[in-house]
């Protein structure tokens, strides 16, 4: 073997080795690019899914609460009919009373017990009409919270 075919074999052999180097070198980096492409794909992808869950859940939370303040409104609505209602009989009751002590006092002594418990029967009427409005008006609150609460819960969860 001579020196020149000695070179010559060396000069190839660096030439493959710096070649294979280069090559390498080129493929790490490309892979690290395909690497990086991939990751912010995936981020992107993650990134939209997630805005779409949040938009999702915003909706149905927005819905809740819409649904509640309509049921709030309906009931607001049935309490404002009730107080009418309240005050409807009270006027009634009124008018009665005031019907019945004008009778009494024409009758005379003999119906003025009768005329006075009947008032008193009214009254309590009255005042059983006025806590069945106040305590229909809490039960409404309760259920319209409940409610409320309900459909949070089930947005929640989905």
């Not at 080795?17 to 981020?43: C, D, H, I, P, V």
């Not at 909706?59 to 049935?78: G, N, P």
């Not at 005050?87 to 009768?114: E, I, Y």
Request: include cysteine; hydrophobic fraction near 50%; charge should be positive.
């Amino acid at each position: 073997m001579s020196i020149k075919s000695a070179l010559a074999g060396a000069a190839v052999l660096a030439a493959l080795f710096l070649w294979g180097a280069l090559y390498g070198q080129e493929q790490y980096r490309k892979g690290y690019e395909l690497a990086q492409a991939q990751t912010r794909a995936a981020q992107l992808q993650a990134e939209v899914r997630a805005r779409l869950m949040e938009q999702r859940l915003q909706k149905e939370v927005e819905d809740v609460r819409v649904t509640y303040q309509m049921q709030l409104d309906a009931a607001q609505r049935v309490a404002v009919a009730a107080r009418a209602d309240l005050d409807g009989l009270r006027s009634k009751l009124a008018a009665a009373n005031d019907r019945v002590a004008a009778q009494a006092a024409r009758a005379g002594h003999a119906l003025d017990a009768n005329a006075r418990i009947a008032s008193q029967l009214r009254n309590v009427v009255g005042l059983c009409a006025e806590r069945y409005t106040e305590m229909a008006g809490v039960a409404d609150g309760y259920r319209s919270a409940l409610s409320g609460l309900q459909g949070y819960v089930l947005a929640l969860r989905k």
